[in-house]
């Protein structure tokens, strides 16, 4: 599964890039504006709460999935006597995800799970990963 070209406005970041000292923020925001450090790119720390919507809060959502990997075999009927057939095999789901979008999956939906209100992130939980492993035996 693929998708190119969507963004994602993230809610964490506007939360996280608040300078006002009443909740963690991202280990950049050490260099934002003090009295010795004359930046320009980020704010001084203050108690305003007040979010200025921009930009910077929308990251490229583009990602390339593995939904479904399964791998198996199945052993000769040399190497098994007592059964017709064996196989073994693992399936993986959603595990792996190739993207430069800085949450936790970008295959989001703050509103509900619709594909018609994609596109907005406040630390939504993560598609589950799982391993499963099997066995099928034919008599």
Do not use: H
Not at 6 to 16: C, G, R, S, V
Not at 74 to 88: A, G, H, I, Y
């Amino acid at each position: 599964m693929w998708s190119v070209g969507n963004d994602i406005f993230t809610y964490d970041k506007t939360q996280l890039t608040l300078g006002t000292g009443g909740q963690n923020v991202y280990a950049y925001m050490n260099d934002r504006w003090t009295p010795s450090n004359q930046s320009n790119e980020f704010p001084k720390a203050t108690t305003n709460r007040q979010i200025v919507i921009n930009d910077y809060y929308i990251e490229d959502g583009s990602y390339l999935k593995v939904k479904n990997i399964v791998l198996g075999y199945t052993f000769p009927e040399s190497m098994v006597k007592v059964v017709d057939r064996l196989n073994v095999y693992c399936s993986l789901n959603n595990f792996i995800t190739f993207t430069k979008y800085s949450g936790f999956d970008p295959e989001v939906s703050y509103r509900g799970a619709s594909n018609l209100t994609m596109g907005e992130d406040y630390s939504t939980y993560p598609q589950s990963k799982t391993v499963m492993f099997g066995v099928k035996v034919d008599f």
